[in-house]
Every structure is written in C-alpha cells, then in structure tokens.
C-alpha cells in the first residue's frame, strides 16, 4: 500500500510538470510568432519610407523596387517567426 502511494504521489508530480512544461512552451511559442509579426511589419515599414523618400526625388521605378523589397523582408520575417513558433511547439 505505501508502494502504492508513493508512485501515485510520483505520478502525480510528474504529470503536473508535464504540464506545466506544455503552458510554458506554447508561451514561448506565441512570443516567438508575435516578434516574427512585429519585425515583419517594421521591415515592411521600413520598404515604405524608402519609397516615399524615392517618390519625392522622382524616382518612380526605384520607389517600387524599394516598396517590393519591404514587402519580401516582411514576409521573410514573418515566415521565420512561424518557424521558429512550430520549432517550440515540436521541442516540448
């Protein structure tokens, strides 16, 4: 009976650490996923005032590429914060 115990005792444990484990690391995950939308979006930012400030000096074509690749960064971050979200969810 004590043998009993002890191991339900130990299970008990165990099974709250798991747990705890999960709560932690879907957290992580979803930080990992918000810091991946936040740079995405200053990156996107960013793209946009270069074409402005190309826009002002006449600069058309250029102001699009600059545009283009504010766009292609975001998405670029956006993708590795997803990956790096799916990497925490995996490891724990």
Known sequence: MRTFMT???FALCFSAGMVYSVD???????MEKAKGD?????????GE?????E????????AE???????MKGIKERAKGKAKELKEKVTD
């Open 7 to 9: 191991v339900a005792a």
């Open 24 to 30: 932690a690391s879907e957290t992580k995950a979803k």
């Open 38 to 46: 936040i740079k995405g979006n200053v990156e996107e930012m960013k």
């Open 49 to 53: 005032t270069k074409a402005m400030k």
């Open 55 to 62: 826009e002002l000096k006449g600069n058309d074509t250029k």
């Open 65 to 71: 590429f600059e545009r283009a690749k504010g766009k």
